[in-house]
């Protein structure tokens, strides 16, 4: 074993955990291990573990993002997994902890894309400016001055504000929440509302480029949505700015004018919006920049 260090990040999804280190400086993938509905913590845990114990560097420290409602007061408590069904309330930050030997910092999946892109610069480190996942969910969080801000131990969960008295109802036992509108499901439901065909926002998106009526008009109902939470978030944070990333994010240019009309419909702020290209590891990697900055 080489005496360099290794900072490990870890990015849990519902489908992979992909894990890969910083080391001089450098991030590289290392390992994607399957996830999905029956995937148990402690046996992807101890995999874990084991990856980061065998490789050829000295481990430093690990981070590691997720899915859903991270409490990080507690050493490192994932509360709610909306992905993992077995996650709930699983204290993942202790026990990598005492299975690897080094300090470990848990945070909500979103919040460590933020750190990861704070890091390579893509976000500025001045002023106060909003990030917005848009995927299944949608995740969200607050950057002020370069540093990700947290309140009671979250940062933001946009995805879960209320945008319809009474409306659609939510896992997280709300309903009327912003991604029941603006989520991945909704830009399906309004395809298959009027097509009666269920197709993947990447096929909707296809089938618009090709000039498709319906698709464009999936996509302008869609727009609609993201345009009125994001005229919401405006009016409450008064950003510099606003960064889409996430799945959905690669569709911007069908939704985007639609967004943009209902935004500057409902708020003065100025629309500034910037699409961040969201590399299949930046979850690891964001998860490995916390690890070195925050242990
Ligand atoms: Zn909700």
Not at 33 to 52: A, N, Q
Not at 57 to 81: E, H, K, N, Q, W
Not at 120 to 144: A, K
Not at 150 to 179: A, D, L, Q, R
Request: aromatic share 10%; glycine share 14%.
């Amino acid at each position: 074993m080489t005496d360099k260090k290794a900072y490990w990040g870890i990015d849990i999804g519902g489908t992979y955990a992909k894990i890969g280190c910083i080391v001089d400086g450098v991030f590289r993938m290392v390992q994607t291990l399957p996830t999905g509905e029956s995937c148990k913590p402690e046996t992807l845990l101890s995999s874990i573990s084991d990856i980061v114990m065998e490789y050829d560097a000295v481990p430093a420290a690990l981070g590691l993002g997720t899915a859903g409602l991270v409490d990080r007061s507690s050493g490192g408590t994932i509360r709610f997994s909306p992905n993992l069904p077995l996650w709930n309330n699983v204290q993942a930050g202790s026990i990598l902890e005492n299975t690897v030997g080094i300090p470990v910092v848990l945070d909500n999946d979103c919040n460590a894309f933020a750190v990861g892109a704070i890091s390579s610069g893509l976000i500025p480190s001045q002023g106060l400016w909003l990030l917005v996942t848009l995927g299944t969910g949608i995740g969200g969080t607050i950057i002020n001055q370069g540093a990700v801000q947290y309140g009671t131990g979250y940062s933001g969960e946009f995805g879960h504000m209320t945008v319809k008295e009474g409306g659609i109802p939510c896992p997280c036992g709300s309903n009327g929440c912003w991604e029941r509108y603006a989520g991945r499901k909704a830009l399906e439901w309004y395809y298959s509302t009027v097509t009666g065909k269920r197709l993947s926002p990447l096929e909707i998106s296809l089938s618009a480029s090709n000039g498709d009526l319906q698709a464009k008009e999936a996509f302008r109902e869609y727009g609609r949505w993201v345009g009125l939470g994001l005229a919401n978030l405006a009016k409450c944070f008064s950003p510099m700015g606003f960064f889409l990333a996430g799945g959905l994010s690669a569709t911007t240019d069908h939704f985007k004018k639609a967004a943009l009309q209902e935004y500057t419909s409902r708020c003065r702020h100025p629309w500034k919006v910037t699409v961040l290209e969201d590399s299949p590891n930046a979850g690891a990697f964001g998860a490995a920049s916390m690890a070195v900055l925050q242990c």
